[in-house]
């Protein structure tokens, strides 16, 4: 039986019930009902973000928000909600978590660039409490502070849904890493979480040890993402140690931070002795010089496991370019899973850039639209959880 023509019912209330009867919001939401019944059963994810810069839009706001949920909550085909870069608060914030502590299909949400504040993340960890079908759930770029933060890893630890989730630039103002102290907690005891984005955390030797020290009791994570924080060579002892014992990482992004020629000499020495999960690492932009990244593709001679690795961003020397050329020559290393591409001038081996990483189009999509090409966007290919986080 088609259930469009009471979906039409719903949406139109729901426009009835807005200031601006034609709010081109509500507009589309119709436009996107008018599909057919075939496409419903196997569940869509509305796109509904606000930075398309191809298509002007309306950016959704906590009213427009307030007359969607209830819409929402009746629905079985919507799995997949992305609000990303919107103008929603706090108010937007509780009206999502109200809405999904009934909710029992939707599987991912999307509240990216959204500034609900500390707040609007405790209303999430409340959500969390309660909701046990959501799968992934980003809060990136949200201005979560150390409440927030502290709540919802206090609320995932015996969660057994979320499988994904990003914390990406949180606003914290203390030194004491106590999100981090509590997140580490978390993950001795949860078993459903495999990906895992600290972006931007102010991170540093305390954190990073207190992370390690979980990871050593945590058998599900397979994605850890520490780019841009403040760890440095000797904060990479840790993640050394960690890699030699460790079996279920696959994906460590290391991208934008300081771990130097010694801190990759660590990660080099793991990788070549001992560990054999992880697929990808990325030391972009950690000033590293040759002798770093050369002990890095002299790892990758041993280690058959390890098959994308990103560094662009570093000092490049000569024997850095012959030894990553030589990878890519043999076949060792593909072409489409490393960020440089080696070429010759008057004899010398030199390596450009190439717009290869393990999540490039997190915050932008090529004016093309969506890339057919992987490459970009390589954490997909080895296996993790959401296309968007």
Not at 129 to 140: C, R
Not at 216 to 242: H, M
Not at 285 to 303: E, F, H, P, Q, Y
Not at 346 to 358: F, K, N, P, W, Y
Request: aromatic letters at 6%.
């Amino acid at each position: 039986m088609s259930v469009l023509p009471d979906l039409h019912q719903q949406y139109l209330q729901a426009c009835q019930n807005l200031s601006q009867p034609e709010n081109p919001f509500v507009a589309y939401m119709l436009q996107e009902a008018d599909r057919s019944d075939k496409t419903w059963t196997k569940g869509i994810t509305l796109k509904i973000a606000g930075n398309n810069h191809l298509v002007p839009v309306q950016r959704v706001t906590d009213e427009d928000l307030q007359a969607l949920a209830p819409v929402l909550q009746n629905t079985v085909f919507v799995t997949g909600l992305d609000l990303r870069y919107n103008v929603l608060t706090d108010d937007g914030a509780k009206h999502v978590a109200k809405f999904l502590q009934r909710n029992e299909t939707l599987l991912y949400l999307r509240m990216t660039g959204n500034k609900i504040g500390n707040k609007g993340g405790m209303y999430f960890a409340s959500m969390l409490q309660i909701n046990s079908a959501l799968e992934k759930l980003d809060l990136g770029d949200c201005d979560l502070g150390t409440q927030s933060l502290m709540a919802i890893a206090t609320v995932l630890t015996p969660n057994r849904s979320v499988k994904a989730i990003n914390l990406n630039r949180p606003l914290i103002y203390s030194q004491e890493e106590e999100t981090t102290v509590h997140i580490a907690l978390m993950l001795k005891t949860n078993s459903s979480l495999v990906e895992l984005h600290l972006c931007k955390h102010e991170m540093k030797k305390f954190g990073v040890e207190r992370l390690c020290e979980a990871l050593y009791e945590n058998c599900s994570l397979r994605y850890l993402d520490l780019s841009c924080n403040k760890i440095t060579r000797d904060d990479v002892k840790f993640l050394g140690e960690l890699l030699k014992r460790n079996q279920t990482l696959q994906i460590l992004d290391l991208n934008s931070n300081r771990i130097e020629d010694d801190g990759a000499i660590y990660l080099s020495e793991a990788l070549a002795l001992c560990n054999r999960t992880l697929q990808a690492l990325s030391v972009a932009s950690n000033n590293i010089s040759g002798k770093g990244l050369v002990a890095l593709s002299d790892s990758m001679k041993t280690n058959m496991e390890l098959s994308y690795i990103y560094i662009w961003g570093n000092k490049f020397d000569e024997a850095t370019c012959m030894a990553f050329s030589e990878l890519i020559q043999t076949g060792r290393l593909k072409p489409n899973c490393t960020d440089v591409e080696p070429y010759e001038v008057d004899g010398h081996i030199h390596l450009a850039e190439v717009s290869h990483g393990l999540k490039k189009h997190y915050y932008w999509t090529p004016s093309c639209g969506k890339m057919k090409n992987k490459d970009a966007n390589a954490s997909l290919a080895i296996g993790a959880v959401s296309e968007y986080l």
